[in-house]
């Protein structure tokens, strides 16, 4: 192994586990996290199917995500450039934390994915576009998975990821 690579693997490991990564049609997944969800059987396709369902909403397709790569952190917060600390971020690449104020999640539905698959397919920072208000729809197409936790099967509560705000005008 070259001394750099040995180097970010350490790095890595510092900010938790790293699982070996795979693809889901032309997008990269890597893991950086603890989170029981993660190491689940079942997690490549739940990404999948989660990233369906997002692309679906956001009338967007799997070119609009090609060759780009999801991130899961195990740190309560991810670096976005020009945003500070957050719990996702698109900037070419799509990367979310598998925390919640403080606690791990226990399904990738639970992370803001859906969110930053939005931004990849629509843009829009500003979060103005009627979308954002109301998930419902979606979420409805993500209830009823099985979350995970250090001591197996539990329950998986989808977020909404909603952006509430009075319209601009």
Not at 17 to 24: A, E, I, K, L, R
Not at 43 to 48: G, I, K, L, N, S
Request: proline residues 5%; glycine residues 10%; charged residues 20%.
């Amino acid at each position: 192994m070259r001394q750099w690579q040995a180097v970010a693997v350490l790095a890595l490991s510092a900010c938790g586990s790293v699982q070996p990564g795979f693809t889901v049609r032309d997008v990269t997944v890597t893991v950086r996290t603890d989170a029981a969800f993660t190491r689940s059987q079942d997690f490549p396709a739940r990404v999948e199917s989660t990233v369906e369902a997002a692309l679906a909403y956001w009338g967007g397709s799997w070119a609009d995500l090609a060759g780009s790569a999801i991130v899961f952190e195990g740190a309560a917060h991810v670096a976005c450039p020009g945003n500070g600390p957050s719990i996702g971020c698109y900037d070419g690449d799509i990367r979310v934390t598998t925390q919640d104020a403080g606690r791990t999640v226990s399904c990738v539905e639970a992370t803001v994915l859906v969110h930053e698959v939005g931004h990849a397919v629509i843009g829009d920072a500003a979060h103005d576009d009627p979308r954002w208000m109301d998930f419902v729809a979606l979420q409805g197409a993500l209830d009823g998975r099985t979350g995970y936790d250090a001591s197996g099967p539990t329950s998986c509560d989808p977020v909404a990821n909603v952006w509430r705000h009075p319209p601009r005008g």
